[in-house]
């Protein structure tokens, strides 16, 4: 028990008194909460007896009324969040507020206590816990042993004694297996139930006969079929044994007997096998359950790459419209979202400012009725959070639409709040003129934005720039200028916009097909060229569109010579020196000029499929901003494999729209610790690439993956099931996609299997080529199939180099306990291999193809 491991750490009084917190918070308290547009709702909050969750009553959503305890971010006293900033000064007692921060977008459960003691006892109770859980290794969740199945049975029992008289009937056993997506024949479930009722009162299962029967029909078959192989078919593993199936299978070099032994100690439950050293089929069950059993290398939970290299030679981890909480026109623009963005391991964050009333600059979405923050509360939360995590360096990218009197206060804050942070005075570029490596730029924050020409009056305090990179701002026919348009039109636009652009994050992946449209009755006409005299690069852009709304010119693309187009009138802005002189090596600017070339999603498209390789040397000096089109309003977001492929280092994503395409970008960026900086790939780094050829490497080894899909375990319902917990159990198939180049891109599933969520068999292979492991992502969706279609279950994403070899378990992400059971070879490959059946038997030992 978590809290039993930290309890057993502190001092008598100290442990005396976290008892108390926790008495008083299971006996509960009433307490008002918050809401943001009407009053409070008084309800009665209380800890659960597995010191889990925060439960309330009475509330309409029932058994949902909760939030456990390893979903909550951090614990805030006082009246800090946006809620309490509503309600007006002295409505309530500082002393009796506080909030909690919890899940994937951080947000707020604001109570009042009555009391300022009570509030502390609250405050106290769950800062222990929540600090426990953060010290936690994040998979020892998932290390869930057999000598530890009465933690689990608790739960399990106590929902299906629906009489509550503290046994289960034979009809209660065959409910919970419906519900646990067990369809076992009930003559077999007959038999273990008797097996297991051992007691004086027959017909009902206690508590620790319950326990009996969850192992029996736990007990795997796949598993235990292993296990006997490599035992000789004796019920255990010796010392021997073990190290020859973690040699062979796992592929571990060098396993002494000292290691078995203490895999032995760690895992085998029965003490009489541990006396023997051998482990028996629990004790390796407990082992696969394990994270060493887990398919993600444990070594990439860490840093593992070179961290020395120029910037450029990175992928960084950027956010678009950091401070979002939802859509472009109408959503809430949150300090809070900056916290949660950095310690989910982004680099790069975004800073609209505008000026804002008594000299205060702000924070929003221009022309729109997203809410606003202040500039300065923005830049003393990225203070606070943006080293929490790693060290590795952060860049702000400014939107600048302030007038040169608040870009001066915006400056005073980036120096007053940054300190030393924003010094990068005693960090030098080598000779050759490359940026600075993330390892040299540890600790520090780098600003982005617009930078003064160096033949400006050096005593000016101000000047004129390009004001081209009006990167995120939307079209004139998305703004809502001075509150003409009330929020209902803004709505009605929101909702045509959504219905129109057609480009939703869906699980289907054919979504991510780029089809933004140009604003209705507008006919657009725009050409310009822009020449860098320094890299001999220019682009010329062409885009005309009919009122139709569909693009009918291409964008046209011209890099390393040509002749140039039509010039036109440059859009300026007024400048602030102080701010200029923040930027050093991330300055802002169109097209093809030095540092940060910002482009959008529809523009770099463009360029990426006329002109890749260019692009990619272009990418191998300077950095390039990929940036979502300004009609996705619903803030959804486009696949970034594409310009990864390129070579784009900073490709910002919607972080508040949580799917498939973040699902990508946690699992492109988990393979180096999460830092936010991953190495590309050597070849993208120099030399000619094209990463849209059907050979990109020719004459390079490839890889092949032999990628056997053996079982599934726990497999929930789809979460949107019509049918609920009383429909019909599950029918689930798995499927593999692997994403990379497009020439990698492919996706197999395996067969059906029918009437089973608990432990499905499915024991198919898949076989895929990847010519470029390295830019490749695995994953691994498992669906349920319907006679009208398939319901999504779950998904995880891996990068093909964080893959472990052998039999491994794929979880699920955001599940505890859902996983498929699978193994993994990879295979090298010289010249154009097909798929061979030698080459599948060559990955296949003898058990495994038994």
């Given amino acids: 028990n978590l809290y039993l491991n930290c309890n057993k750490n502190l001092s008598s009084e100290n442990r005396n008194q976290l008892e108390k917190c926790m008495s008083s ?66 409505s309530f007692d500082p002393n009796c507020c506080f909030s909690l921060y919890y899940g994937e977008h951080m947000e707020s459960l604001d109570l009042v206590s009555t009391t300022g003691e009570e509030a502390r006892t609250w405050i106290t109770g769950l800062k222990y816990l929540v600090a426990g859980i953060s010290d936690e290794d994040s998979l020892a969740k998932r290390q869930r042993t057999r000598d530890q199945y009465p933690f689990h049975c608790t739960q399990t029992f106590t929902e299906a004694d629906k009489n509550g008289d503290g046994s289960l009937s034979i009809s209660e056993v065959l409910q919970l297996l419906h519900k646990l997506n067990v369809n076992l024949p009930r003559q077999k479930v007959k038999q273990m139930f008797k097996e297991a009722d051992t007691d004086d009162t027959q017909g009902t299962l206690g508590f620790e006969e319950f326990c009996s029967f969850y192992k029996m029909m736990s007990t795997r078959r796949d598993l235990y ?83 020395t290299q120029p910037l450029c030679n990175y992928f960084i981890a950027s956010s678009h419209n950091t401070y979002l909480m939802g859509d472009q026109l109408m959503s809430q623009s949150r300090v809070d979202m900056y916290a949660w963005v950095l310690q989910s391991g982004c680099r790069c964050v975004e ?31 990225i203070n606070k959070y943006a080293f929490v995590k790693n060290d590795y360096p952060v860049i702000l990218s400014i939107e600048n639409h302030c007038s040169v009197p608040q870009q001066k206060k915006m400056a005073q804050y980036l120096i007053e709040i940054l300190g030393d942070k924003l010094d990068v005075s005693n960090i030098k570029a080598d000779e050759s003129g490359q940026l600075p490596s993330p390892e040299a730029l540890r600790g520090k924050i780098l600003v982005k934005g617009k930078k003064l020409p160096p033949n400006i009056d050096e005593n000016a305090e101000e000047g004129d720039v390009s004001d081209e990179d009006s990167a995120d701002e939307m079209e004139d026919d998305c703004k809502l200028i001075n509150g003409d348009q009330v929020e209902n039109m803004a709505k009605k636009k929101l909702d045509n916009l959504m219905k129109e652009s057609k480009i ?73 020196r102080a701010l200029s002189d923040l930027v050093k090596y991330t300055r802002s600017v169109g097209l093809y000029d030095i540092e940060v070339s910002s482009l959008s999603e529809t523009k770099a498209h463009q360029v ?35 310009f990864w492929n390129a070579g784009c280092q900073l490709v910002a994503l919607n972080y508040q729209s949580e799917g498939r395409v973040l699902q990508l970008n946690r699992a492109k960026f988990y393979s180096n610790g999460n830092c936010g900086y991953i190495l590309k790939p050597a070849f993208m780094c120099e030399g000619a690439f094209n990463p849209n050829v059907e050979d990109p490497m020719p004459g390079q080894m490839k890889k092949q993956l032999v990628l056997k899909v053996i079982s599934g375990q726990q497999l929930p319902k789809p979460k949107d099931s019509m049918l609920g917990d009383r429909g019909e159990i599950i029918d689930p198939f798995v499927e593999v996609e692997i994403i990379g180049l497009p020439v990698d891109c492919c996706k197999e599933q395996t067969r059906v299997v029918d009437d089973n969520g608990f432990n499905p068999m499915w024991e198919e292979t898949l076989v895929f080529m990847v010519h470029m492991p390295e830019l490749a992502l695995v994953r691994f969706l498992v669906w349920d199939h319907d006679p009208i279609g398939q319901d999504f279950i779950g998904q995880r994403t891996i990068a093909f180099n964080s893959m472990m070899p052998g039999y491994r378990h794929v979880y699920l992400e955001g599940m505890e306990e859902a996983s498929i059971f699978v193994h993994v070879a990879v295979n090298d490959v010289t010249g154009k291999v097909g798929v061979t059946a030698e080459a599948i038997l060559k990955s296949c030992s003898p058990q495994k193809c038994s």
């Fill in 25 to 90: 918070m299971q006996m509960g308290t009433q307490m008002l909460k918050l809401r943001g547009s009407s009053k409070g709702l008084v309800r009665f909050f209380y800890l659960d007896e597995h010191k889990s969750c925060i439960r309330w009553r009475p509330s309409r959503k029932n058994e949902k009324a909760k939030i456990s305890i390893d979903s909550i971010r951090e614990v805030c006293e006082g009246k800090q969040s946006e809620i309490f900033q509503r309600y007006a000064e002295g």
């Fill in 225 to 307: 079929l292993l296990m006997l192989s490599y035992s000789n078919h004796k019920d255990h593993l010796n010392t021997d044994d073990l190290a020859r199936f973690l040699e062979t299978e796992q592929k571990m070099t060098k396993v002494s007997k000292d290691h078995c032994l203490d895999i032995i100690s760690k895992f085998e439950p029965c003490s009489e096998n541990q006396k023997q050293g051998v482990l028996g089929i629990d004790g390796f069950t407990n082992y696969m359950r394990s994270p060493a059993g887990d398919i993600f290398n444990p070594d990439h939970y860490s840093v593992n790459q070179d961290m």
């Fill in 351 to 381: 800073v609209d400012c505008w000026d804002g009333q008594d000299g205060e600059p702000i924070v929003h979405h221009g022309y729109t009725l997203t809410s606003k923050i202040l500039f300065r509360d923005v830049i003393e939360t």
């Fill in 504 to 576: 939703r994050d869906r699980e289907d992946p054919d979504s991510f097909t780029i089809t933004a449209l140009p604003p209705a009755g507008k006919t657009m006409d725009k050409t310009g060229s822009k020449v860098n005299t320094e890299s001999k690069y220019f682009v010329s852009a062409s885009i005309s569109t009919t009122h139709r709304g569909r693009h009918r010119g291409q964008v046209k693309c011209v890099l390393g010579g040509g002749q140039r187009q039509r010039p036109r009138k440059k859009k300026t802005m007024k400048l602030s």
């Fill in 608 to 642: 990426m499929q006329q002109k890749a390789s260019s692009f990619i040397q272009f990418n191998q000096r300077q950095l390039s901003r990929i940036y979502p089109s300004s009609y996705r309003v619903d803030s959804s977001n486009f696949n970034p494999q594409p």
